[in-house]
């Protein structure tokens, strides 16, 4: 599975942007992964097959993520940003039909990244 992130850049605090990714063929699992400079991998937010969506708490009111599997498509919305949101963003994937968690160490397929910085 080939995935491919757009949609990075930067932003003002307070500001948004909108990350996508394309996806090679459809996975049921799909995410956001980011990682800051120095720190550990941060599942940010997981869609499994169902649509069912989970976040971590960083970001609970302020992200949110979709998709459309027709495009093959996940997105994430990134609202009112801060400052700590700085990192890389992954676009990441599993076949599961089952388990989706927002665990960094649960994806196999991983996208090469979209940088994210939030000035202010």
């Known amino acids: 599975v080939q995935l491919v992130e757009s949609g990075g850049g930067s932003a003002q605090v307070g500001g948004y942007l909108r990350l996508s990714c394309v996806a090679s063929t459809y996975t049921a699992c799909m995410g956001w992964v980011r990682q800051a400079p120095g720190q550990e991998r941060e599942a940010v937010a997981t869609v499994d097959r169902t649509g069912v969506i989970r976040y971590v708490d960083a970001v609970k009111g302020r992200f949110t993520a979709s998709r459309d599997n027709s495009k093959l498509t996940l997105y994430l919305q990134m609202d009112s940003l801060k400052p700590e949101d700085t990192a890389m963003y992954y676009c990441?994937?599993?076949?599961?039909?089952?388990?989706?968690?927002?665990?960094?160490?649960?994806?196999?397929?991983w996208g090469r990244g979209t940088q994210v910085t939030v000035l202010g």
């Open positions: 990441v994937s599993s076949l599961s039909l089952g388990q989706c968690p927002p665990s960094a160490g649960f994806f196999r397929n």
